[in-house]
């Protein structure tokens, strides 16, 4: 997942069998257990070491971007 955020940047991570999506009536929030590192021009080009993962709020966030891959780590 690649988040386009309102201040210009943007962030990525990996959505996996330990993430989760916070549902109604809480807050919109996203916790992505692997983060990756994204280059200026907004693609991801690998994983960040020694991380426990990501939350994201989505009130943060212009818009969302999906990707499938085949094997990560």
């Known amino acids: ?3 386009h955020l ?3 940047g943007s962030i990525g991570g990996v ?3 330990e ?3 916070s ?3 809480h807050p919109k929030e996203i916790y992505l257990e692997k983060v990756c590192t994204v280059k200026r021009e907004g693609q991801l080009i690998g994983l ?3 991380t426990k993962g990501l939350l ?3 009130d ?3 818009f969302v971007e999906l990707f499938e891959v085949s094997s990560i780590t």
């Open 6 to 8: 309102k201040d210009g």
């Open 56 to 58: 994201i709020s989505m």
């Open 15 to 17: 959505y996996g069998g």
């Open 1 to 3: 997942m690649l988040f």
């Open 48 to 50: 960040v070491p020694k």
């Open 23 to 25: 549902t109604f009536p």
């Open 19 to 21: 993430s989760y999506v």
């Open 60 to 62: 943060a966030c212009n």
